[in-house]
C-alpha cells in the first residue's frame, strides 16, 4: 500500500499496475497471515506478511501484461489442477472460488 491509501484503493490500484483492468471493489474474500513464518530482507529487517483477497468486478480495461505479471489469462475452477502454482497461491485461488459469505481469516500456511 502506498501511504494514505486505503485497502480498497490499493487493490484497485495494483490490479490496474498489474493488468491493465479497471475494477470495483465488492467485498474481502479473505486475509492470509502466520505469526510463525517471517521474511527477511537481505539488510537483515524481519517481517510478517499479510495478504488480503478481494472480490473485485471489471469496469473497463483490457488484460495487458506489466513487468510484474508478463503472462495473464483468466481460468475457470475446472482448469486449476493443470496449472503450476505454490501451494499457498492455491489454497488463495480455491478459497476465492468458494463464495462463502463471510471473509475467511487464515492464520497459518506455508510458502
Known amino acids: ?3 494514505g491509501e486505503d485497502f480498497s484503493e490499493a487493490c484497485v ?4 499496475e498489474e493488468t491493465g483492468l479497471r475494477v470495483e471493489v465488492k467485498r474481502l474474500v479473505s486475509v492470509y497471515t ?25 469496469k ?6 506489466s513487468e510484474e505479471s508478463p503472462e495473464l489469462q483468466f481460468y475457470t475452477l475446472a482448469e486449476l489442477d493443470a496449472l503450476e ?6 489454497a488463495r485461488v480455491i478459497d476465492s472460488f468458494a463464495s462463502q459469505e463471510n471473509s475467511l481469516i487464515r492464520n497459518e500456511f506455508g510458502l
Open 1 to 3: 500500500m502506498d501511504p
Open 13 to 16: 490500484r495494483e490490479v490496474y
Open 34 to 58: 502466520n505469526p510463525h513464518l517471517l521474511l527477511e530482507y537481505p539488510d537483515g529487517n524481519r517481517w510478517q506478511l499479510v495478504i488480503l483477497h478481494f472480490e473485485t468486478r471489471i
Open 60 to 65: 473497463d480495461g483490457e488484460l495487458t501484461p
Open 85 to 90: 502454482m505454490r501451494m499457498l497461491d492455491r
